[in-house]
Structures are given as structure tokens and as C-alpha cells.
């Protein structure tokens, strides 16, 4: 068994337990330093401002009566079960494609646990240009993209 994870992709699972430990950390810095809806700024295009989301990306099904929270959870805890098994599956020597399902899983855990402890997402980093916001987001966001990101990148850049 020890050498079944040694030689798969789960080796880099490491990456998701990171991904979760930063995700944690920020959030709870967030909590501590900024007020809810307050925008500190940053930079011209930047600015941290807490925020709590109890929907999914871009605030989707945020105002449906808490029955929401459970379906992400669900799907968090299903998807990132998934992609374990895929990481196992594969060989340690795929360290792209590993890091990327890890990335996953670490932002999906990051946010469930914000559902599980919350009730809400906690979320602080938000983007702009002018007067046109993106959604703010968070670290475990982020991941999930960056990962869906190489997942896209390897699909299509695929030597086989």
C-alpha cells in the first residue's frame, strides 16, 4: 500500500493540504484586519474587502435559503473524492496534471470548510478596473482555477 502512494500522483497531495493551510490563514487574517464590505485599497486595481458568500462563484444561488451550502458540500466532498482516486491512479512522475487535481481539491476543501464552519465563503481579494469589480474571491478560489487551468492546459498540450 505504501508503495502504491509512493509511486502514484497522491504523493502530491501534499499540495492541497498547502492549498487549505494558505486558504485558512488568509481567511483568518481577513477576519481579523478588515470589516465586511469595507474596501481597503491596495493598489489602483485592488483592493481587500470582506466579503461572505453563501452561493458559489460569482455569488450563484446566493440567495436561495441555505439549502445551497449542502449541495456545494456535496459536490466538494463527491469531486474531490474523484479526482483522489484519479490521482492514485496515476504515476508520480505526472507531477503536472497531480498538482493541478490537488490545487482542486485543496481550494474545493478550503471553501468547505467556510461552509461547514460559516454557513458563508469568506472571501476578500477584489479585482477592478475603474468602477468595474470583479466578484471577490479568495486563495481557494484561485487554486480551483489555477487548477481547471493546467487540467485545460494539459488536455489540449497532450504529447500522445
Not at 477576519?31 to 461572505?52: D, G, M
Not at 441555505?66 to 490521482?87: D, E, K, P, R, Y
Not at 496515476?90 to 507531477?95: F, I, N
Request: charged letters at 10%; a positive charge; one cysteine or more.
Amino acid at each position: 500500500m505504501l508503495q502504491k502512494i509512493t509511486q502514484s500522483g497522491i504523493r502530491w497531495l501534499w499540495v492541497a493540504v498547502f492549498v487549505m493551510a494558505l486558504d485558512r490563514v488568509t481567511k483568518i487574517a481577513a477576519q481579523h484586519y478588515l470589516t465586511a464590505y469595507e474596501p481597503v485599497n491596495v493598489a489602483p486595481f485592488f483592493n481587500f474587502t470582506l466579503a461572505y458568500n453563501k452561493g458559489a462563484a460569482f455569488s450563484f444561488l446566493s440567495a436561495a435559503n441555505g439549502w445551497q451550502s449542502w449541495l456545494f458540500g456535496l459536490l466538494a466532498v463527491g469531486i474531490s473524492a474523484a479526482l483522489v482516486v484519479w490521482m492514485l491512479r496515476l504515476s508520480y512522475r505526472q507531477r503536472w496534471i497531480s498538482i493541478a487535481l490537488a490545487c482542486v481539491i485543496g481550494g474545493a476543501m478550503g471553501n468547505l470548510w467556510d461552509r461547514l464552519s460559516y454557513g458563508h465563503v469568506i472571501d476578500f481579494i477584489d479585482l477592478y478596473v475603474k468602477t468595474l469589480h470583479w466578484p471577490v474571491f479568495n486563495v481557494a478560489d484561485s487554486a480551483i482555477c489555477i487548477g481547471a487551468f493546467m487540467l485545460v492546459c494539459d488536455a489540449l498540450w497532450k504529447k500522445e
